[in-house]
DNA sequence: GATAGACCTTCCCATCATGGGAAGGTCAAG
DNA sequence: CTTGACCTTCCCATGATGGGAAGGTCTATC
């Protein structure tokens, strides 16, 4: 199986394949006369196993952990839900973040008539609302989440 | 007002202030004769309006439309309220992706008994799971947000 | 005045996961 | 033997942010 097949088998895109392996996610995949690589179905499960952690928002750090333990026989399942939670919990310190955005723009959006005229309670919150504190424990500051 | 002080009034880094001016969101600060950029009331009020729209998850993009928005007298409120509803759209769509992912997470981990055995529903899914179709409705699929 | 230290400047690099695209080699079907 | 689909490597871009180096400026203290 050439890069491509193992990609569709797989559902990780051939660019991403090549990135694992240069990071060391994988292992070098095996390379025919012309130096093309190539996959077997042990590899292609190995891939699936990747592409489900990484859409349960795993990072790549995480999987190579859980590849890690997966491969171990003798691993503790203990090992692995303690990964498993602390993401669970990352995940939600994400989530009350957002809920805490959407609520409050909410809030100004019900108070915006949205109409011609100009008046907006949403750019007069933004223009006036005092300096948030620099640090608040669960932080409403972060970047662009790319979940689109 | 140097840089520095102007980050403290107004909660945005040095460092996020020039990158702003850079890319156009804020005009060029006013230099003194030593090239120190200089910042008065004004310009710190739009720091914090920056601020403000940052901290509820607005994108560089969506902020640069905004301040004209807020700089233009005689806009129509309504046009303010569609960048946020459409913003709140976004944020909704997030916040299912990551409770679908959660939800997953939890269920594997409530059936993982997570002790010293080798046993281990979360690794033997991640290991069997079908792949997932390609393009589903609210993709699960995202790179790891930064909202840390 | 001189010097120390806090500030400022620009420039480059790193993050994280992902894709785009160029330049060139390979393979299979017609 | 050509065409087109594939593969290779290499470089670049994303978005918002920070780190840090090399060098200039300002201020307070001796």
Redesign the interface.
Known sequence: MNIGQAAK???VSSKMIRYYEQIGLIAPAHRSEAQYRTYEDADI?TL??I???????F?VEQMKT?LA??HD??????D???I??E??AE?????A???A??A???H??SN?????????P??A???D?P??A?LPEV??????????
């Open positions: 088998a797989s559902g499960h699936r196993f592409r489900r952690a990484r859409d349960l928002g990072s859980l333990l997966w026989r003798g691993r503790a399942s203990g692995v839900k303690a498993a939670l993401h669970i995940l939600d310190r994400k989530a973040a957002i809920a955005m959407t409050t723009l909410r100004l959006a915006c008539h949205g109409d011609d005229r100009p008046d907006c949403i750019l919150d933004f223009a609302a300096p948030e620099d932080s409403a500051r972060f970047g662009r989440a790319n979940l689109g």
